[in-house]
């Protein structure tokens, strides 16, 4: 079956420092790569997506590229901020038995100090 | 515009009791979904709805665990007979085709507590 693995938080950095969030998957098919964020008290929301290999995503200085050789899908930003703060989960959509089933990694916890 | 909306944003219940989970997804959207959220995990896959139909309810654990979306908007998640594992954060979200490549809107939740 399709899965989605993220390192284990929290990541916890200093403002301005520079941010990776590692994501692999093992589907079937082609799948579609999001990134959704979760900031405390809110409900998820779609950080950036890409719908086919070698496509970037990005919003809000966050990246990600969409790597069919490594089956990856790092999230990154040059400089953070304490505003970013957040729960941040990689997801996939991917053909399964004739459908498209979400399928959502464990998250992981941002902590950015001032 | 409005987003997607879920109510009781919670639900404390006894175990044994029925419980019912409505969504309220953003207008226009013909895709439904219903997700689970146990603390410190990602959101797992319950059902989902093209239009009225359910296009994939593979995630249901079981029979206890049934949804509809009768005129392809509102739709109500029902548990029967419920367990304490079955306490966890029911999430709603909608798209505007369907689950391939889409944007999927989330609800902000319902927090179900089984005693």
């Known amino acids: 079956g399709n899965s989605v693995t993220q390192m284990e938080g929290p990541v916890t950095l200093s403002e301005e420092a520079f941010l990776t969030i590692n994501c692999t998957y093992t589907?079937?098919?082609?799948?579609?790569l999001f990134w959704y964020v979760q900031y405390p008290g809110e409900g998820l929301q779609l950080l950036l997506k890409a719908t086919k290999a070698d496509d970037k995503g990005s919003n809000k200085g966050f990246e990600a590229t969409y790597r069919k050789e490594t089956t990856s899908f790092h999230l990154e930003k040059g400089s953070v901020q304490v505003s970013d703060s957040a729960v941040y989960f990689c997801?996939?959509?991917?053909?399964?038995?004739?459908?498209?089933?979400?399928?959502f990694g464990r998250g992981t916890s941002l902590i950015v100090h001032p | 515009g409005a987003g997607v909306s879920q109510t009781p944003s919670n639900k404390v219940t006894e175990k044994g009791k029925y419980v019912e989970l409505r969504c309220d997804p953003i207008s226009g959207h013909t895709a439904l979904y219903w997700y689970r959220q146990s603390l410190g995990q990602g959101p797992e896959f319950l059902i989902y709805f093209q239009g009225t139909g359910a296009a994939d309810d593979s995630g249901l654990p079981n029979d206890r665990f049934f949804a509809v979306r009768p005129e392809g908007s509102v739709s109500t998640l029902k548990i029967q007979r419920t367990e304490r594992g079955d306490s966890a954060v029911y999430l709603c979200?909608?798209?505007?085709?369907?689950?391939?490549?889409?944007?999927?809107?989330f609800g902000p939740g319902t927090r179900l507590t089984v005693l």
């Open positions: 997801a996939l959509t991917s053909e399964s038995g004739g459908s498209y089933i979400p399928t």
């Open positions: 979200a909608s798209s505007l085709k369907g689950p391939r490549g889409d944007t999927q809107y």
């Open positions: 589907a079937t098919g082609y799948p579609s």
